[in-house]
């Protein structure tokens, strides 16, 4: 089966480097999925990871370690836009298994 | 953005009454999921569709059911609505690439937001 936990709700301020973690157990492996949902709307795709390491893309970054079934987001230079809910998810069989959800509020 | 759309965007329903929630896709994917999302449970998948008239059932399908008769549409339906099913439901689609490192990347359609009274 599948476990995903995230932490449910975090605060950072404006400017700043937050870290949201994300630990998984499954059933084999086929990558790591992070999704962005802004209140009121869809989710949409940040990243995925399927080899140990960090990812970069501007901002944001995306860290794995298959060894510890553990993930990361960091985003750099807050802004306020980037409050919103941030999502992990895994594969398996053709779906997405999706963690509960970490909101994140960024304050001025 | 992948042209995905969901009709009604709201919907306000009494309880016991049918409800068919649609999904359009205009990107000629194979896959389809339906899912609701409820503060605490995050996104739960419902159904899910991997080609025309093949489903199969998520974690959260009792009280549902899906039909795909064409590859752009996939309707929810909700037989007799109840106050639980009050909810944001979410549709999605992907296209698994052979090999492909973004195989299970899924969008999502704008959501539509139900209410059961």
């Known amino acids: 089966g599948q476990n995903i936990d995230q932490p449910t709700e975090m605060t950072a301020t404006e400017g700043a480097i937050v870290q949201i973690n994300c630990t998984y157990q499954t059933s084999g492996f086929n990558g790591l999925f992070w999704y962005q949902q802004h209140a009121g709307e869809a989710p949409t795709f940040l990243s995925y990871?399927?080899?140990?390491g960090l990812e970069e893309k501007g901002r944001f970054s995306s860290f794995l370690s298959r060894s510890k079934g553990y993930s990361y987001l960091l985003l750099k230079e807050l802004q306020m836009k980037d409050s919103a809910s941030y999502l992990c998810a895994v594969p398996q069989g053709g779906k997405l298994i999706f963690g509960q959800g970490t909101e994140l509020s960024v304050k001025p | 953005d992948a042209g995905i759309t969901q009709s009604p965007r709201h919907k306000v329903t009494e309880t016991g009454t049918p409800v068919t929630l649609r999904c359009h896709q205009t990107e000629n994917h194979r896959y389809m999921y339906w899912y609701r999302q409820d503060p605490g449970h995050g996104l739960r998948l419902i159904h899910y569709s991997y080609g025309v008239k093949d489903t199969d059932k998520g974690e959260v399908s009792d009280g549902y059911s899906v039909s795909r008769s064409k590859t752009e549409d996939f309707l929810l339906t909700l037989e007799s609505a109840t106050s639980s099913q009050t909810s944001v439901y979410f549709c999605a689609i992907s296209e698994p690439l052979a090999g492909g490192l973004s195989s299970y990347e899924q969008y999502f359609g704008p959501g539509t937001r139900l209410t059961v009274t």
């Open positions: 990871n399927v080899l140990d």
